[in-house]
């Protein structure tokens, strides 16, 4: 088969190789999938450049397509069915950056018919890790948050199922496009982070209250607006990523205000939040509730150009790979 992987770590340019690799074949519990689409996400471009390695790497954990075979332990029935992966390349060797991968049968999940490859792409990692955010923000009817990236490709999905669960939201981003694209999520207020005090203007939009949540992006570069009073007493954040592995806190601010901090990664969820999250997710789907936003698209032998752009942190939409 036909696929894309690296031996070292290092730039997209010098260790991304295309060219031929074996097949895999279902072992039991698992399925083959013969992959149309692959999605490129930043998680992708960190483990290219400081994943610990043992043999070839094939990137990329999101991804769509249609099953071709199964193993033992798995009905003949789902052969032909069409599916979006998660976690394809997370704690094993071989993603969805090939023309197949094979994998537990339970993360090839049945793609409503509404949602074609390029947009199922998309379900992985940003839709799981916005849905997963919003469910540990709990009832959001009648609050105000702060969606820091509201027009990145977790930022925009959040910001619609925060607008589902009858909350307001303010959501940061760094030019006129990006706002345009978190406005048509949903966004109430827009702050443009590169020209405008983010605090002074969240301070402005709530009359000195703060908001109840922040949904975090970014928590290095979210703390000193904690300590400017951006979040509200008893207020939360939620946290799926951070700019800098270490970030100095300022204990007095937290204690005083109450400040509940929520980490979470997407890739490692309790069995029950994982169930939870693929039942809204699937709900979502089949009563079309969610905006996709598909970026720039490249071929199998054009995944260098795409980890580029998704480095570059200009793209709009979720980048994905073509796989004929």
């Keep these: 088969m036909q696929a894309v992987w690296y031996?070292?770590?290092?730039?997209?340019?010098?260790?991304?190789?295309?060219g031929e690799m074996p097949k895999p074949q279902p072992q039991s519990g698992e399925v083959l999938v013969r992959l149309m689409t692959s999605g490129v996400n930043p998680s992708d471009v960190k483990s290219r450049r400081a994943r610990p390695l043992s043999e070839p790497i094939i990137p990329h954990s999101d991804g769509a397509g249609v099953?071709?075979?199964?193993?033992?332990?798995?009905?003949?029935?789902?052969?032909?069915?069409?599916?979006?992966?998660?976690?394809?390349?997370?704690?094993?060797?071989?993603?969805?950056?090939?023309?197949?991968?094979?994998?537990?049968?339970?993360?090839?999940?049945?793609?409503?018919?509404?949602?074609?490859?390029?947009?199922?792409?998309?379900?992985?990692?940003?839709?799981?890790?916005?849905?997963?955010?919003?469910?540990?923000?709990?009832?959001?009817?009648?609050?105000?948050?702060?969606?820091?990236?509201?027009?990145?490709?977790?930022?925009?999905?959040?910001?619609?199922?925060?607008k589902l669960a009858g909350g307001h939201v303010i959501g940061t981003v760094g030019t006129e496009e990006r706002a345009v694209h978190a406005k048509k999520a949903g966004a109430d207020e827009i702050i443009f982070y590169k020209t405008q005090s983010v605090s002074e203007k969240v301070l402005a939009l709530t009359h000195g209250k703060g908001v109840e949540t922040i949904i975090d992006l970014d928590f290095s570069g979210t703390i000193p607006l904690i300590n400017e009073g951006c979040l509200s007493k008893h207020g939360q954040v939620i946290v799926y990523g951070s700019n800098t592995p270490k970030v100095n806190v300022t204990t007095r601010p937290m204690t005083y205000g109450s400040v509940q901090l929520k980490f979470f990664l997407v890739y490692d969820l309790k069995p029950m939040d994982r169930?939870?999250?693929?039942?809204?997710?699937?709900?979502?789907?089949?009563?079309?509730?969610?905006?996709?936003?598909?970026?720039?698209?490249?071929g199998l032998n054009q995944?260098?150009?795409a980890h580029e752009m998704v480095e570059s942190g200009k793209v709009i939409g979720n980048v994905v790979i073509d796989i004929s």
């Design 7 to 18: 031996t070292l770590n290092g730039e997209a340019k010098d260790v991304l190789q295309f």
């Design 67 to 162: 099953i071709e075979s199964v193993g033992s332990d798995v009905s003949s029935s789902r052969i032909g069915e069409r599916v979006w992966i998660w976690n394809g390349q997370w704690q094993r060797p071989h993603g969805t950056a090939a023309q197949f991968i094979a994998l537990p049968a339970e993360q090839a999940v049945p793609l409503h018919k509404s949602v074609d490859f390029a947009q199922a792409s998309c379900l992985g990692i940003p839709t799981l890790t916005a849905i997963q955010a919003v469910n540990l923000a709990g009832d959001l009817q009648n609050q105000t948050v702060l969606v820091t990236g509201a027009a990145s490709a977790v930022g925009h999905y959040v910001t619609q199922l925060i």
């Design 275 to 298: 169930k939870n999250a693929l039942d809204r997710m699937q709900h979502l789907l089949q009563t079309q509730q969610l905006i996709h936003s598909v970026g720039p698209r490249f």
């Design 303 to 305: 995944v260098v150009l």
